[in-house]
Each structure stands twice: as C-alpha cells, then as structure tokens.
C-alpha cells in the first residue's frame, strides 16, 4: 500500500521511458534536464580542475604536459561557464520561473526544449574534440591571434561553432524567458510582486539577448580568419587582434552577472524564508538586480587594463567598474537586513546562502581592486583574478546553485535531502574552496601569473600551491558526499517525505504538490501580494508579528482561484498542455551536425548539406504538427 | 628528476612579488594597493562583523514560539548603504586616477634609456637602439634585460606573432606586447642587483605552449658597470680560425644554427662579419627587429637559456641542443621560415660530438 504522496514522489507525472524525455516539451522535465546535464558536465570540469591543481601541487611536476594542461585549463573555464553554470541556472528558470508566475508553462515549450537539445548537442561537440585530435586550447577567452593561429589543428575550431551553438540556444530559451515573465503572469502576479529570482531570471535574459550578439560576431569573423583567410584578427594584413577583446568582453562582462544573478535571486529567496521575514529592501534589491544588469555593459574593458586604451578610457572603465560596487552593496546590506531580527533556521539551504552572502562580499571587494587601475596592473592575468573570480563565480554563484538544489529538491521529488550529509557537504565545501582560492590572491600579488603549466622553485609560490591543490581535493570530497546525498534521497527513496510546503515557504511553488502536476496548477491562482503564498497563511498583528491566521493551520490550503468566463481559470478538460515534439530535438540536432561540418571544411560541406536537410525538416515539422489537445 | 635540476632555480635571487616594489612606479602602485587593501579589509570586517552577530543574535531558539516581526525594508538605510559605498569608492577613485595619469605618463629627455621589445612565442628580443657600435650595429639582446640604475627606461613594444604581456612586478605593472601596435612601459629601478640575482619577470598573457617559460630577468647596474656591459656587448666575438681547435664547431654552427641565430664576429683578417638572416616588422612606423631566434654573440655572458628558463652551462646547453623540445614545449615542426613562422628549435639531428663542439664553441662567446 502506497500512499499518494509516496507514489506520486515516485512517479514524475507525464509520460514515461526515454522517448517521453526525448519528446517533452514540460518545462520542469527541461529543467530537470538541465540540471542532470549541467551536474554531469559540472564533475567533468570539476575533474578537470582537479587535473589542473595536482600539476601544480609543487614545482616543475610534470604530471600533464604543457599540450595537455592547456587543454584542461581551456575546456575546464568553458565547460564552468557555458555548460555547468549558465545551464544550472537555466534549471532553476525553466523550472520555477512559470510556476513562481503562477503559469502553467514557458511561453514557447517548444523553443524551450529546442534550447535545451541544442545546449546539450554543442557541448557533446566540443567534448568529441577530446577524442578528435584535441580539445580546444587557447584558453575560454580565445585572444586573438592565438586563437587564429595554427590552422590546420582544429581545437579552436570546436571551440568558437561550439559556443555560437550555445549562444543560438542562450537567445532562444532567453527570449522564452522574456515572453513568460511579461505575458504568462498569473492574474494579479504585478511585475513588483513577482519574486526576486524571476526578477533576476528576466534580467539575465535580457543581458544575454544584448550581449551574445556582440560575442556571435566575434566568433564568425574568428571563425572566418582561421577557415578562409578573413584577416579580421590579422595585424600583418591590417587587421586588429584587440578588436576581438572588446567584441568578447562586451559579451563577457554582461555574461558574468549572467552567471551570478540567478543566485542572487535564489539567496533573495531563501534568506526570507529560513528568517521567517519578508526580504528587506524588496525593491531595492530588484532595482540593483538591474541597475547591476545595465551598468553591466559599461565595463567591458576592465579585462583590458593593461591592452593599451588610453589613461581617460581606463580612468572612465575603472569608475564605471566601482560604479557597479554600490548596487551590489545594496543587496549585501538587504540580505543582511532580511535576518537582522528574524528568527533563523540553520538548514542546509540557509547555511549555502549565508556563505554566498560571504564569499561574494569577499569575491566584490577584490573586484574592486580590479577598477583601481594601476593596481590592476599587477594583478591582471595573474593567480589574485583567478581567486577573485572563484570567489564570485564558485563562492558565490555555485553556492548559491547549491543552495537552490537543497532548497527546492522537495519541490522535484517529494523528498528532502538529507540535513546531516548535507552539513557535512557544506563544511567541506567552505573549508576547502577557501583553502583552494584564498592562497591563490596571496600567490598572484607575489607574481604567478596564471595559465602557466608549471613554475620554477624558489620564487616562493611552492607551499600555497599545495595548500590550494590540497583545498582542490577537499571540494571534490565535498561534491562526492553531494552526489552521494542526492542519490541516497531520490534514486534510492531514502530521503524523508515533506509534503508541499516543507519550509513553510513564501511564493506559489509551495502551494502546489511536491512534485508539482504536469498542468502546475489545477487552478491558476490570483495573487494579491508579494509572497502571496505566506500572505494566504499568515497574517501581521499589530506589532507586525506574523500570527498564523486559523482556517490554514490545520491542514489543506484554500488558494483563492480566479473566477469568470476565461477558460484559463477552469481545472480539468479545458486545460491546454502543448503535446509533445521530437521536431525541436531534431532541428537541434541538424544544427549540430551542421556545426560539426564547418569544423572539417572542405569535406565537412557534406555534413553541412545533411545538417541543414535535418535542421530544416525539423523546424517545418515543428511548425506544421497539429495541435493535439491532453486531457 | 635530473629534468628539474636543469631549471634555473632561483633561489637567492629576487623574487617576483608586487609587494616589494624596488622602483618608484612599482611603490606607487603598491602604496594604492595598500590604500585599497586597508578599506576593503575594514569594509570586509564590519560587514562579516554585522552578519555574525545577526546570525547569532537571531538564531532560533528552542521553546521559542513567538514570530518576528515583519519588516519590509527602511529607505533610510538603503540610502546610508548608498553614500557609505559612495564615500569609500570615491576615497580610492581620486588617487587611482592621479596615479594613473602618473604612471602612463611617458618620460621624455636626453637621459632616458630607450629599449624596443619584441615578444616572441616564446621568447624576448631587445634592441637599445641608443647604444650604437662604431659600425652601426644596435645592442641586442635577449630574455636578459640590462639597465642602469635610477635612470628612466622606455620601452617601446610590439609582438612579431601573438599578444604577449611584459612584466616586472618589482618595477610596474604589466604591459601587453600586441602584434601590429606599440605599447609603452616605462621602468626605474632604485640599486643595483647584486650579481647573479637578476629582478624576475615573465609573459603575463597566454601565449600558447611555451607560455609559462616565457620568462625574464632584469639586472640593474651602476651606471659605470653598464657602460662596461654595453661596451662588451656591442664588441663582436670571434670567429675561429681555419685548423683551430673550434673549427669542428663552426663548421655545424654556420651550416645550421645561422639559420634562424645571428651572430656579429670579427674573422681572421679582422672583418667584421654579421652571419644569419636580419629580419624586421614594422608597427605604428617603428622598425622592430623580428629574429628567427635569439643573437647568440655574447651567449655566455648571459645566466640562462631557454627565456630566463634554463641556468646556462654546457652540460645543460648540451642536453637542450640533443633535443629542445625535452626541455621546453615546442612545436618547431610547424616552423615555416619563409612565411616568418617560428614556434621553437627543431631537433637539429646532431651527434654529440657536434654537440659537444658547438658547446665549445659557444662557450667562447662571452
């Protein structure tokens, strides 16, 4: 006898088998795979890295070749930030963004798993380099003219069709980000009520619909110089290689709020919810989310202080770049605001986003020494940036990720991971990732410069490396123990079962069963405030005390439904759920193949013609399937 | 390893930290570092100091039922948050920006040293091309930069394949070296560097393979000493005569090495005579020279080979002439001389008696 909680924690609702997964055009089912894909890829980079650290673990250890550490440090920065970081926040996104606005799905289903087939294909493509002669290595950033350099190896070639690929899928599951936040809101669900991590998520959409654009170029005109003599990036025919650096970083920059903002958004809604208090500041914080966002795009040539911009320019980069300090210290000063006076569980999810709160603050201040210019100087291109970057992309961001992943995984699977594995997880984490990129400012002040397979004795840099490759061995037993809690709780049904609501939570997705039915909602919901959920179960007394109101604390909530003629409102029959398509997975696919083409020209051309024959069926199959109604 | 042994082990010599700047721009520099470092840790302080105490102070406590109350934000404190940022960011701008202006300023006038740079995969060449010898040959150089003290010294650089970065920490920051442009560092240096303990540098911008051996050392003279370097440096070796006990030598260096090396040596009838090929790209209109590999006139006066990698002796020469690409990453089977591409020394096939006579040789040109 199974109860149905328990059976619907054992059964994703939909269909079944791989075919279901291949055709689905479920946003939870995206993000989900999203998330399996980006956690799969995320110990890969991680192995990488782990490569990487042991290499350096003393002087002149020759445990990778030059040929090969510049390969895992190229594919470790482009797997961390294209296919673990921007995917693990487009989990979050595809999963919570249409039920946070209590909608039913994306705006475009389709386009959305369109985006996430493609996602996947390219980053199998970048990876079949591995076995194909080498992976890309000229590191993530690609600087012209090494990256035009040395033709007839195609590393770099899988390199930049792999992230135009990607990019294609950023814009696409950006632009169905953008139409679900303004069109798919529930009634009522006002743009200042919708939860910061929407808010972040609609920021981050469009900084990526502004800035790949500028890194699609780029790579085209890249793509060109090496395959058909373009000379874009060519100085001896009259080209210039430091065009590629502004065309990269005014992408790069913007990308890397990309990466960080969605975490903000998750801190933004687990601080509130573990300290029983509203977020402080809600539309301060929301309002530095974007000001972060614009300001994003002023900065660019902060990764070029020391290209050779004139003084004025670099005084105007390195101003606008302490500009962005201030937004981001108003967040810090609201994530301190919302527990200031609460009443603060230390669960694992809270413990992640407090040590993000702390990490970043770190990671921000040494960003500041970044904008003082001639401080800058010295620490550009060394082991401080590396550190620097760590502090706000792994720190930060990735604590934050894992926070969400605590945080939510009651809402995917019904069960909650478990506390003590994941405290453990937790300290190893913070303690390790500090003893790995703390000592890396301390080396890159003292002249490391990063990149480099190996380095001498005797400049003093031998004893940090240890302890940083030591730090490097501490994270990956920390993940493990992850790894091992998530498939102890979910793949194994040993993690406790909570019900819907296990944290008491705030927004819509706690007001739905756990995991959430296919349609989200039988009804769809009309919010009235911001946090309607806590709203409807708690009320303020007149000190401002929240006071549990009566009707809602013993048991089955009462969301108030939409009422009225509009068909959207009514459970059962009326529901439109779109059907499921192989066709997005298909034009992905000839995407891909086409990709794969331009890698091996002349003969690749072949390859192009069969990828454009695929891509096309797709998209014409896509869009002359009939419509067929569930339910 | 007796692989490792080879590298030019430094210690004894100066370390290559920012921290301890041993010139006026590098003070700068690092006394705003010390001014941003000393808010940011006061900031970090206070804002670890207010998370602590309200995770502590607001935990839960058991038995505890009651709820917090409900606060919604305060404007007054998100503007104080505001001017706080404000104020210390304005307080690092005003000096950044003077320091700025201070350290890109180029130094002008009769007395300043002027250096061109040209960056090399994976490699430096120097050219001072105010030091002239009575032929009309420039000081050149290699890896090894020599300078005299207190004395301002312009370098002016450009990159013959693609971006490296030049960098000194002890004495300014770094600079990239772009293909197609110039840039412009300046360096002073305070005292003289006691002999044999070169100030480090190295590459600071990915330049492929041989990126982390892209190294340099900078040794700081009295003015008399470097007049004395700069007199021994723009002398010419000398050739060996037909019959000698060096002629085995000469007969595989200038079948081979003057390939890509050049070499200024005065022959038997006292000739000067310049062997292997001369080579220049132009950018921004200044002539830089574009060697194949470095002048090897005066090799052994120089400490290390290899870019500053490798301590210089005849064993260890031996062993990289045997087989460069054992000692250094390399990739010299995509060189195409005529095209201008050079990616590092090929196996030149030599037996080691050849080896060991063009050791002998080299060892003469001090």
Redo the contacts between chains.
Sequence with gaps: MTTTAEQQAIRSPGGRGVWAWITTVDHKRIGLLYAVTAATFFFIGGIEALLVRTQLFGPNLEVLSAEAYNQLFTMHGLTMVFLVVMPIAAAFTNYFLPILLGARDVAFPRLNAFSYWLFLFSGLLIYSSFVLGGAPDGAWVGYAPLSSQLTEVVRMDFWSIGLQMLGVASIASSANFIATAFTMRAPGMTMLRMPVFAWMSLVVAFLLIFSLPSVAIGLFQLFLDRNFGGLFYAAEAGGDPLLWQHLFWIFGHPEVYVLVLPAMGIVSEVLPTFARKPLFGYPFVVFAGAAIGFVGFGVWSHHMFTSGMGPIAEAGFGVATMIIAIPTGVKIFNWIGTIWGGKIKFNTPMLFSLAFVAMFVIGGLSGVTHAVVPSDTQQHDTYYVVAHFHYVLFGGAIFGYVSGVYYWFPKWTGRLLDERLGKIHFWLALIGFNLTFGPMHILGLNGMPRRTYRYPEGLGWANWNAVATIGAYTILAAFLIFAWNIIRTHFLAKGELVGNDPWDGRTLEWSISSPPPVHNFDEIPVVHALDDFWHQKYAEDEEGRAVRMPEVAGGALTVEKQTGGDDEGHGGEDMHMPSPSYYPALAALGIVIMGAGLIYLPWGFIAVGIGVAIMMWGLFGWSLEPVTKEH | ?P??AI???????G?????EPQGPIGR??DG??DL??ML?TG??IF??L??VW??WR???RPG?L??????????V??LG??V???VL?TI??IP??R???D??SEPVGPDVLQIQVTGHQWWWEFEYINEIAPDGRTLITANELHIPAGVSVNLTMTSA???H?F?V?AL?????V????T?KLTLIADEPTPDGEPI??????????????MRIKLHVHTAADYATWVQEQLAPSVQPAGGSALEGGWLTFSALCTTCHQVTLEDIEGELVTYGPERH?V?NDITFRSSFGPNLTHLFSRGTFGSG?FTLDADHLSEWIDNPQKLK?M?PD?NDLAEGFVYGMPDLGLDPVEIAEVVALLETWR
Aim: glycine share 8%.
């Design positions: 390893m692989f490792a590298l030019a082990a430094c210690s004894g010599s370390s290559q930290t920012a921290l700068d520099i705003l570092w941003v470092l940011a900031v970090f804002v670890m207010l998370l309200a995770m607001y935990r839960e505890d009651s709820e917090p109350k409900q606060i919604h934000g305060n404007p404190i998100e948050g505001v706080f940022s404000v960011l690092i701008t950044t920006v320091s700025l202006l350290i890109r394949d693609v971006i970065s960098w920490p300014n920051g770094k600079r990239d772009v293909p197609g442009r840039s480090p540098g190295q590459c600071a911008e990915f330049c492929g393979l041989a990126h982390a051996d790209i950018a990698t990453p990739d995509r």
